[in-house]
């Protein structure tokens, strides 16, 4: 079991950047791909980036260049620095943990780019 905790949402002007952290705890963090989704308002819930345990990276096209994925293991926290942001991003923000079969949810973080 592994319970995620995001945060580092909020409202940000277009072109702004933002940080979002999620904690992880209950197990072994570094056992785990750790990914971040977004989810519109009246879309669904779409894979922003992803980073594996061997620190692959996986990033959306919309965001290549703009967002950068990346896993503290001794902090047990996976981050996603946000840079460039565009009104498209907004959304609510959520993290995922991955292992096998099992997947774990956070409960979500909101950004809001707008000005």
Do not use: H
């Not at 995922?96 to 780019?113: F, H």
């Amino acid at each position: 079991q592994v319970q995620l905790v995001e945060s580092g949402g909020g409202l940000v002007q277009p072109g702004g950047s933002l940080r979002l952290s999620c904690v992880a705890s209950g197990s072994i963090f570094r056992l785990y791909g750790m990914g971040w989704y977004r989810q519109a308002p009246g879309q669904q819930r779409k894979l922003v980036a992803a980073i594996t345990t061997d620190l692959n990276r996986y990033y959306q096209d919309s965001v290549k260049g703009r967002f950068t994925i990346s896993r503290d293991n001794a902090k047990n926290t996976v981050y996603l620095q946000m840079n460039s942001l565009k009104p498209e991003d907004t959304g609510v923000y959520y993290c995922k943990a991955e292992r096998g079969p099992n997947d774990y949810w956070g409960q979500g973080t909101q950004v809001t780019v707008s000005s």
